[in-house]
């Protein structure tokens, strides 16, 4: 484990070192957590909970693609509408 130093400012920021941002995959405008365990920090690549989760629970079928997804989304999202005006 490699240790890359970075110095706290007056307004409390720091520079990622570029060896860690390349590490984490962080680009301009990520955004990063600050997980806190008694004296220690890690910096954790904050993925939104989608990307987090994507994947986690098998389905009985074969996936459906994204086209698919939004236009099953898009029917349903029509259907509620159509039954909240009494259609």
Do not use: C, W, Y
């Amino acid at each position: 484990m490699k240790e890359h130093l970075s110095v706290v400012t007056r307004k409390g920021q720091m520079t990622i070192p570029a060896p860690v941002r390349k590490a984490l995959g962080l680009k301009r405008g990520d955004k990063v957590a600050v997980v806190v365990d008694k004296a220690q920090a890690r910096f954790v690549r904050a993925d939104s909970p989608v990307k987090r989760t994507a994947g986690v629970f098998k389905g009985l079928g074969t996936p459906l693609t994204v086209e698919k997804l939004r236009e099953s989304a898009e029917k349903a999202i029509a259907e509620e509408a159509r039954q909240r005006v009494g259609d």
